[in-house]
């Protein structure tokens, strides 16, 4: 089983041969394919000779033979599997891998994945590698050690091994399930009969581009009656109030293939930064003035461990709320101090626990709940920033320090007299209020003069459009099952048989770089 790139190889090698009646050098293949050291090329030849696709005579120069191509079977790449998603490739884009007729069974079908992450390393499976599964269900006993993949009906996958029992732990590997495997979440689909790894995977693959088209295949929206693009990409530890958990796909479409790194001066619950750092691997630099947030995400990024260890030690309640939000509201009006830890502790607790969700903001019976907020704990437990930091600084500060980077901006709404945001609950959903005031035209002028180029979302209205009339606009739709968005929500309130799904008003601004 060869890559595509082995293909091309081969192929080269072929059509060399038949041309001049010996095979190219090591140096020539380099040229050709543009590779970085003789050794790349080295490793292609000898990986084509252990799958049977070449002849090489040690010591002889250019005594290399391409075995006859009516003895490999082509297999299709059918789509990728990545973090146990499964996405289907468009006209299988990632072509095929072939398989020597001695491993074709005859009668069995097969197909291949390439796998994004290194979620399946614990079986030697690292990111990159492209896996050749042979369609079965009914494993059985006798295969024992085998790896398998298993799929439910929302389309994630695992993959497993056998246990000499020919027994398989299940979905959390938690508990061993006897053959024939039954489960109504996931059922085996096929076993996987090789594994092949691209050495040059690295160099081109794992572009910016590719990650981005990985990314984005992962969180198209399956459902037909859906008016969202994309699927909600939820990875911050906190509930924030504007989030943008809805705009990820919209965004990271947009990014340039060619940055490096990205700055956010408005970076609030990070739903953007954060997935550009777990999922695209690009450096993010977060800024925020609200320096109380701030020190939250310095110990979610920095010390998550001792903030779980001490939210562990809280419970969800009423009392419990009260309490903290009462505290919260002393340091904010400067009347005591609390330790780092401890502002960092009881802010993530009245955040994700209250309505809204605001800074000390008023109890929420959905969230003041055991399940809930074991739930919410680990997920700070868990937490990958990726490379990520954030610190506390005003954006007239931080546009000017980074002339040349690539900017993400989520600012304040604009609530003129023009905008359609309801005015009675937003800017005063949070405290504290720094939205009240906010200088949209300075920020208007800073990002005009930038070279670096950004991505700008904010709430549709003439304004807005006026201001950055000279930059690309895109409308996106999606909806919101809260009532920002609307001019009267207490209307909806009042409605009992309504859901509270609201139409955005939302666009997206997009200024290339200027270099």
Not at 110 to 120: P, W
Not at 498 to 506: D, G, L
Request: hydrophobic share 35%; aromatic share 12%; with cysteine.
């Amino acid at each position: 089983m060869i890559t595509r790139k082995q293909k091309e190889v081969l192929d080269f090698l072929s059509e060399y041969r038949e041309k001049n009646g010996y095979a190219p050098t090591l140096n020539e293949i380099c040229d050709k394919f543009k590779l970085s050291s003789v050794s790349t090329a080295h490793y292609y030849i000898n990986n084509l000779k252990n799958e049977g696709y070449l002849i090489k005579e040690e010591n002889r120069p250019r005594a290399i033979y391409p075995v006859h191509q009516d003895e490999f079977i082509k297999i299709p790449i059918v789509g990728i599997i990545s973090n146990s998603n499964i996405s289907k490739l468009n006209n299988n884009s990632e072509g095929f891998v072939s398989i020597n007729r001695k491993e074709y069974e005859m009668g069995s079908k097969y197909y291949a994945l390439k796998v994004i992450g290194n979620s399946e390393e614990k079986y030697g499976i690292m990111d990159g590698d492209i896996i050749i599964i042979r369609e079965e269900e009914n494993v059985g006993t006798n295969g024992s050690n085998q790896l398998v993949i298993q799929f439910n009906s929302q389309g994630r996958a695992i993959i497993n091994k056998i246990a000499k029992s020919g027994s398989i732990p299940n979905a959390d590997n938690s508990v061993q399930l006897s053959f024939p495997f039954e489960s109504d979440e996931f059922k085996i689909k096929g076993v996987i009969i090789k594994v092949i790894r691209d050495l040059n995977y690295r160099n081109q693959d794992m572009t910016l581009a590719y990650k981005k088209r990985v990314f984005l295949e992962s969180i198209q929206s399956r459902n037909p009656n859906s008016k969202n693009k994309y699927k909600r990409v939820a990875l911050s530890p906190i509930r924030y109030a504007g989030g943008k958990s809805l705009a990820v796909g919209y965004v990271i479409e947009l990014l340039p293939d060619n940055i490096r790194r990205v700055v956010s001066p408005f970076f609030g619950g990070g739903s953007i930064e954060i997935a550009i750092a777990q999922k695209l691997g690009l450096e993010v630099i977060g800024y925020e003035i609200f320096d109380i947030l701030v020190n939250f995400w310095n110990y979610q990024i920095n010390d998550k461990k001792e903030l779980y260890e001490r939210l562990k030690e809280l419970k969800p309640n009423k009392q419990t709320f009260e309490k903290i939000r009462l505290i919260l509201r002393d340091v904010w009006y400067k009347k005591i101090e609390l330790d780092p830890l401890t502002l960092a502790t009881y802010f993530v607790y009245n955040f994700n626990l209250s309505y809204g969700p605001g800074f000390m903001g008023w109890a929420s019976n959905i969230y003041l709940n055991e399940k809930r907020y074991k739930k919410m704990i680990e997920h700070i437990r868990d937490f990958d920033p990726g490379n990520l930091k954030v610190e506390c600084a005003d954006f007239r500060e931080v546009i000017p320090r980074y002339p040349n980077d690539f900017l993400y901006c989520d600012p304040p709404y604009y609530i003129g007299k023009d905008s359609k945001m309801f005015k009675g609950i937003y800017p005063m959903r949070n405290i504290p209020v720094h939205h009240v005031g906010f200088p949209h035209q300075e920020l208007r002028d800073l990002l005009m003069k930038h070279k670096g180029g950004f991505i700008l979302s904010y709430n549709d209205c003439p304004t807005i459009r006026e201001y950055y009339k000279e930059c690309q606009q895109f409308f996106p739709k999606w909806q919101y099952t809260m009532g920002q968005g609307e001019t009267r929500i207490g209307l909806n309130r009042k409605i009992k048989n309504t859901n509270h799904i609201k139409q955005s008003h939302e666009i997206i601004i997009y200024c290339p770089p200027k270099f």
